[in-house]
């Protein structure tokens, strides 16, 4: 089945720091989208992706799909402590095979 | 407002007891969506349903079961047969299936004691 790789696991930065993760999928994607989610809380939409080599902007959040289709990157800029928490990338291949697939996430600590 | 709603927050279950979870949602969405998250893990599909009336297994369905009689709703429940039913749970909806966006709601967080 389709599967899709999230890195990185986990990051540890200072605030004002640059930060940046991707996904990989094993197959092609026609849809890409990010998500943050707090503690106890669900998923937050944070941008969405439909053609390949988009590039779309959130704020402080940029978000690319890629060109082959098969991967997507998230970036922040200038991080903040209020954007602590797991982003969880998510794709799609449509048609029958259109239910989401999430990467299993990348955990976001920001130091003061 | 405009959302999806799960109820309740938190819920404890002896073991060898079913349990309801409610989602419901205003935003006129066709498909809705259950999903499961343990620690450390990315969201696991249970079961969806892209139209009323009507539903799909997910990736990890046995032991649960849903029911789609009103467009507005899609409980979860989670029966005596789920061996590890300890979990976040996570309702969301979608204009349509096929890779739309998918809104979620607040979550579950579900403890078999």
């Known amino acids: 089945g389709q599967q899709l790789n999230q890195s990185p696991q986990s990051m540890f930065i200072q605030e004002g720091e640059d930060v940046s993760m991707n996904c990989t999928s094993s197959?092609?994607?026609?849809?890409w989208l990010w998500y943050k989610q707090d503690p106890g809380e669900g998923p937050v939409l944070l941008i969405a992706?439909?053609?390949?080599?988009e590039l779309t902007s959130n704020g402080r959040l940029t978000a690319q799909f890629g060109i082959t289709r098969k991967d997507s990157f998230l970036n922040i800029s200038a991080s903040i402590p209020s954007d602590v928490g797991i982003y969880f990338c998510a794709g799609s291949g449509g048609g029958s095979q259109g239910n989401l697939i999430f990467g299993k996430g990348t955990k976001l600590s920001v130091k003061p | 407002d405009g959302g999806i709603t799960q109820s309740p927050k938190y819920l404890f279950r002896k073991e060898g007891q079913n349990v309801t979870l409610s989602c419901e949602q205003n935003?006129?969405?066709?498909?809705m969506y259950w999903y499961r998250q343990d620690p450390g893990q990315g969201l696991r599909l249970i079961y969806y349903s892209q139209i009323v009336n009507d539903f799909q297994k997910g990736d990890i369905a046995e032991g649960y079961s849903v029911s789609r009689e009103k467009k507005e709703s899609f409980p979860l429940t989670v029966t005596s047969a789920q061996k590890n039913p300890t979990a976040f749970y996570l309702c969301?909806?979608?204009?349509?299936?096929?890779?739309?966006?998918?809104?979620f709601g607040q979550g579950t967080r579900l403890t078999v004691v």
């Open positions: 992706l439909y053609k390949a080599g």
């Open positions: 935003l006129n969405h066709d498909a």
């Open positions: 969301a909806s979608s204009i349509r299936g096929s890779g739309t966006e998918a809104f």
């Open positions: 197959s092609i994607f026609n849809t």
